[in-house]
Every structure is written in structure tokens, then in C-alpha cells.
């Protein structure tokens, strides 16, 4: 697939490049987090969680909102999933990384998404990213052979386990997978049982 910077004007559908913070220290912190030859999602890190950037996002970016800070680490090439929430993700490239992404508009009204209009972009090691809520994205994929590792900041409490199945009436709740997390799966993506799979076509692969 073709890669596009993150700082190209394309991304703007996608969301934004944000500048002004250090990053130094989350940088720093995230030696501490592992490698594994799968992927690893960590919703809350109490470590990264005590930085100061965490509270100056979380002031700032989310407007004064609780937010969790963790982190998406590992190995992939694949697509597998699609998923959007209702607000911005915070991502910040702790190594070089691609992100494989769609747009919600997009979707069909059955809730299916054609895999052939998601777009890959390149983010470099020590860039921070606002994903937009209305961008369909996923685990990150490698660009570098031993993988991956990014923040990810969210407000508080997306991803937790749903308290209960709501009842399904406009069709878009059979897509909830975790709080504040609706996700379209592919039928290659090893994804759990009960997972909507809405993504048609190829299982794109880098």
C-alpha cells in the first residue's frame, strides 16, 4: 500500500498533528512497556498516567475531561478490525508507525465498510496525533522489523468491558464491542466470537 505522511495535507480528513508539548518524558517512560511478538493493548499505566502531559491533554485537548493514558505495543501487518468512539484518540509514535484508516462516513447503511478505501500514514518516532472520532482506525502496524510501540489516550473508561448488550434498534449497536469502542471486524482478523464483521474485501496486509 501506498504510506502518506501524517504531515501531508491528506491526513486533515483523518485528524492532525499536534505540537507544542514535550514528549520527552512519556518517551522516556515507555522504555518500560513490552515488546511482544503479538499486540498488546493497556488501556491505564498509572506511570504514564502521573506525567505532567497527561494532565495538559487532558486540560487542553479534551477540555478538561478525565482521561487514561496506555499504550497499543507489538508486532502486525494487518488489518483485521476497524473501530471508531465518539471522541479523539491522542496517539503518540514512540517508534515509527503506520496507521491503517477509514472514515465512519463511509460506512454502508448495513453497517459494512469496503476495505478497498482505507488509507495507510505514516507517523515517524516522537510525533503526537489527534485521530479524529469520526476516523475508523486500529492497532498501529510496524514499520520497523522488531515492531511497535505508541500511546494511546482516550477519555476515561473507553474500552472497559460493556456492563451489559443494549438492545439492538437502530442497527449501530451490534457494532459495540467495549465501552465507547464500536468495531467492524474481518473474518480473517482472529477477532473474539460476537464481533461485528462488517469489513468487506481484502485483509489488507503491509
Excluded at 514528549?23 to 522516556?28: D, F, G
Excluded at 493514558?69 to 503518540?92: F, P, T
Aim: glycine letters at 8%; hydrophobic letters at 40%.
Amino acid at each position: 500500500m501506498k504510506q502518506i505522511s501524517v504531515f501531508d495535507p491528506e491526513f486533515k480528513e483523518y485528524g492532525r498533528v499536534i505540537k507544542g508539548y514535550d514528549l520527552t518524558p512519556i518517551l522516556k517512560a515507555m522504555e518500560n512497556t513490552p515488546l511482544p511478538k503479538d499486540v498488546i493493548y493497556i488501556p491505564s499505566i498509572p506511570e504514564l498516567e502521573s506525567l505532567p502531559l497527561a494532565a495538559e491533554l487532558a486540560d487542553a485537548i479534551y477540555g478538561q475531561m478525565p482521561v487514561q493514558a496506555g499504550c497499543c505495543n507489538g508486532c502486525n501487518k494487518k488489518l483485521n478490525a476497524l473501530e471508531y468512539h465518539r471522541d479523539s484518540e491522542v496517539n503518540i509514535a514512540v517508534t515509527d508507525l503506520i496507521l491503517l484508516l477509514g472514515r465512519q462516513q463511509e460506512i454502508r447503511e448495513d453497517y459494512t465498510y469496503d476495505t478497498s478505501r482505507v488509507k495507510a500514514f505514516f507517523v515517524p518516532a516522537g510525533t503526537m496525533i489527534e485521530v479524529y472520532a469520526t476516523t475508523l482506525h486500529y492497532a498501529p502496524c510496524q514499520a520497523l522489523e522488531d515492531g511497535f510501540k505508541c500511546v494511546v489516550i482516550l477519555p476515561r473508561g473507553t474500552n472497559r468491558e460493556l456492563d451489559h448488550r443494549p438492545a439492538v434498534k437502530c442497527g449501530e449497536e451490534k457494532l459495540l464491542a467495549a465501552a465507547n469502542k464500536w468495531l467492524l471486524g474481518h473474518e480473517e482478523g482472529g477477532l473474539p466470537q460476537g464481533t461485528w464483521l462488517g469489513l468487506k474485501g481484502e485483509n489488507l496486509s503491509l
